[in-house]
């Protein structure tokens, strides 16, 4: 049994145009300690999974189906109390936002120490004494000023490392960490990335990363999870992925991203690859493949018919009708 | 070189913000936003300004476009001052420098059709008389940046976000201008769309001429766009040099610093990271002596005494730094 499984999930939201497939039939599974990344582009549903996973997605508007076991638990029936108990104690949580994700009114101190005085009944002293060991743990220079400031006087980088603090207090088996860094000028995020390599050694926690970054992906992840318009259309291990990334979507994403180094001495300037056309609309239904429009390798059949998520190679499914398929894989 | 200007010329440009102070109180706070920045622009070119958030970046930018003004310093355009001109005067330099913004959706005025947006600059130019004239020249320009003539009866709403930057970048091409400043135009936008957005700007530029002066905060993206890039750290460039010689040979711990930062999208790729420590400091007290020593691998106690001068390390590759001979 892994950690989390996710299977079949299906999240739709009721619009004015009619109902929204944000995510429409997603399954995989996060194993103990592991780190995997969810990527894709704006509107692929990599955010409301993570909503979902963590109880925070309103019903309605939204409507949610499947499951999402939890060491076995499945969290869709889960009351909200069971949820409570879950959220920052098993599960923690770190947004890309993290101004808006802290409290204003509220200390450092006090919004670290609230998980632990909640989750592990400890006393005021010992939540004070816990915060100001995950703020040096967490690199804040001199944590024992730290502790009682208030999120206004921290910089965007030390915000994000308070909500990590935050996050990891109580020592989850699981971290949802939604665009952690994407907020960050990259100096920071080297910092950052770094942290929470270091951390997840150190605490053991699997962490589930949803970035749009194939930079972050490739410097954190152990697995990789590829979303298009709420389907999952490719998974590997991040060598696979990158080495022989076999959806069309997954090759057009990897040659669209600039690469330090790449343009350099070549006599002209270096197009891009272009994926051409847009993100079909999910509040009309799709028919085949939901990639199809814009691919380069669609065929007629494409346009009918969706295709099955398959192993094309050990560990590496892909959902697509000519991806190439590795002799020995099952 | 010839002794004809370069399109653009800044120099000395100085930007501070007072802060702080109430109505009776006299205010003796100011944010250090830019410090003596020089740099030029020409025809045709791509100059990039990179840097993280708060090194004044965007600020020479809104300057250049004297969107703000500036606190010292001059700016030419073809040789003419263009950093005292009133609103009148500036009404000429506006049709030939036109800025592109990071977020198109809160560029493009919602009640307006794409046609008006398009045809705004257009009339308070005075390029087209008639109705017809300006209809035919909306309909060109949306074309030319890759849409279709039908999305000129179209609200901004109706669009996707890289669709919006299009309309954005047809709106700046209208009074065809000698430079478009491209404010992290494309860091909104997906990959796949940014993609699009990059290869229409290279392309607009081959094709008329223009100078960009783009502003990002993505080495990647600056790297594939520029022919010369200025990287800036709290308002100083630190270093200028041409795409190849920056990139290859950093000459500025700071661009090293950055260039290491970036992640890649190669999980085989083998390198040691020069991770900076710490924050970037305020810009309200900044550091004596180079901006940079505070988070500086190489400093010395020189470092904190003397400025370090922009010196030409050859062939133009300029680096503020004592020590750019080591780096």
Do not use: W
Request: hydrophobic share 40%; net charge neutral.
């Amino acid at each position: 049994m892994a950690l989390l499984e996710v299977r079949d999930l299906q999240i739709h939201f009721r619009t004015a145009t009619g109902v929204n497939r944000a995510v429409d039939g997603l399954s995989f599974d996060i194993e103990a300690g592991e780190a995997l990344a969810v990527v894709g582009e704006s509107g692929c549903g990599k955010s409301v999974t993570s909503m979902s996973i963590l109880g925070l997605l309103p019903t309605p508007p939204g409507k949610i189906a499947g499951q999402i076991r939890f060491r076995g638990q499945n969290l869709l029936n889960a009351s909200e109390s069971r949820m409570r108990k879950l959220r920052g104690a098993e599960i923690g949580m770190i947004f890309q936002e993290p101004m808006t994700s802290l409290n204003p009114v509220f200390t450092i101190g006090q919004q670290i120490g609230e998980s632990v005085r909640l989750h592990e009944k400890a006393s005021r002293a010992e939540a004070r004494d816990r915060a100001i060991e995950m703020l040096r743990l967490v690199g804040i220079p001199s944590p024992e000023r730290r502790v009682d400031e208030y999120p206004h006087q921290l910089s965007g980088g030390m915000r994000q490392r308070a909500m990590i603090a935050i996050a990891l207090a109580c020592n989850p088996a699981l971290l949802v960490a939604d665009e952690p860094t994407t907020a960050l000028d990259v100096t920071i995020q080297a910092q950052i990335l770094d942290l929470m390599q270091d951390l997840r050694s150190k605490v053991g926690s699997a962490v589930m990363l949803i970035t749009h970054d194939l930079g972050v992906v490739a410097e954190f992840a152990e697995r990789v999870l590829v979303m298009y318009a709420g389907r999952k259309v490719e998974e590997a291990t991040v060598r696979d992925l990158f080495r022989t990334p076999r959806h069309p979507y997954t090759q057009g994403l990897l040659k669209a991203v600039p690469r330090l180094g790449s343009s350099l001495g070549a006599e002209t300037s270096v197009r891009l690859a272009e994926i051409p056309g847009r993100v079909p609309d999910l509040s009309k239904p799709l028919r085949g493949c939901a990639f199809a429009d814009r691919c380069p390798r669609a065929q007629e059949v494409c346009h009918r018919i969706d295709p099955a998520l398959e192993t094309k190679a050990a560990g590496h499914l892909a959902a697509c009708h000519f991806a190439p398929r590795e002799v020995s894989a099952a | 070189m010839t002794d004809a200007p370069h399109l653009i010329e800044v120099r000395n440009l100085v930007k501070r913000f007072p802060i702080g102070g109430g109505l009776f109180s006299r205010s003796h706070k100011v944010v250090h936003a830019v410090s003596d920045v020089s740099f030029h622009i020409a025809r045709g070119e791509t100059l990039s300004l990179v840097g993280e958030s708060g090194c004044g970046k965007s600020t020479v930018g809104k300057c250049l476009a004297r969107l703000i003004p500036l606190t010292e310093g001059e700016i030419t355009l073809d040789g003419q001052r263009i950093d005292g001109l009133s609103r009148s005067q500036m009404k000429p330099v506006r049709k030939r420098l036109n800025v592109v913004f990071q977020d198109p959706f809160s560029s493009l005025n919602p009640r307006m059709t794409v046609e008006d947006l398009v045809a705004e600059p257009l009339r308070s130019h005075g390029m087209a008389r008639t109705r017809a004239e300006r209809h035919a020249r909306v309909g060109d320009l949306l074309e030319k940046v890759g849409l279709a003539r039908e999305a000129m009866a179209r609200m901004p709403h109706q669009f996707s976000g890289g669709q919006r930057q299009r309309i954005c970048i047809a709106r700046a091409l209208a009074s065809e201008p000698d430079i478009i400043i491209c404010d992290e135009a494309v860091s909104a936008l997906d990959v796949s769309v940014q993609a699009q957005i990059i290869n229409l700007l290279m392309d607009l530029q081959k094709d008329l001429g223009l100078a960009l002066l783009f502003i990002s905060h993505d080495l990647a993206v600056v790297e594939h766009m520029s022919d010369r890039i200025a990287v800036m750290y709290l308002g100083r460039i630190m270093e200028i040099a041409d795409r190849e010689s920056l990139f290859r040979h950093p000459r500025h711990p700071y661009t090293r610093a950055l260039l290491s930062a970036v992640p890649l999208p190669d999980p085989e790729a083998d390198r040691d990271r020069a991770v900076l420590t710490g924050d970037v400091p305020s810009p309200i007290d900044p550091p004596s002596g180079c901006f940079f020593r505070t988070r500086c691998p190489m400093a010395t106690d020189r470092c904190a005494a003397e400025v370090p001068a922009l010196r030409d390390m050859g062939a133009g590759h300029m680096s503020a730094c004592h020590y750019a001979e080591d780096v």
